[in-house]
Nanobody
Framework: HLVESGGGLVQPGGSLRLSCAAS????????MNWYRQAPGKEREWVAF????????SYADSVKGRFTITRDNAKDTVDLQMNNLKPEDTAVYYC?????????WGQGTLVTVSS
């Protein structure tokens, strides 16, 4: 079970921090992703973090602006988003794959607009 929070309305250039709370599985054993889906577009991958945070990777569109972190003691994975742009407007989802099955939260809406 994954539950995202932290979305909202922010002006261009602003920042938001999204959080995803996990339950029902051994969180520290699974890599985690953030995805997003903009209106009228397909869902796209945003960021990835390994089980122990040793490796992170980012989509080119967010590299240098977004940072993914996790806290295995709290079973949470966060996405710090800085210098937000209107094109970052989307519903953001956290994700992992358990026994070959993608698990998704309900998403949290981020709107970047002046």
């Amino acid at each position: 079970h994954l539950v995202e929070s932290g979305g909202g309305l922010v002006q261009p250039g602003g920042s938001l921090r999204l959080s995803c709370a996990a339950s029902g599985f051994w969180f520290s054993s699974y890599p985690m992703n953030w995805y997003r889906q903009a209106p009228g577009k397909e869902r796209e991958w945003v960021a990835f973090i390994t089980e122990t945070s040793v490796v992170t990777s980012y989509a080119d569109s967010v590299k240098g602006r977004f940072t993914i972190t996790r806290d295995n003691a709290k079973d949470t994975v966060d996405l710090q988003m800085n210098n937000l742009k209107p094109e970052d407007t989307a519903v953001y989802y956290c994700n992992t794959k358990i026994q070959g099955v993608d698990e998704w939260g309900q998403g949290t809406l981020v709107t970047v607009s002046s």
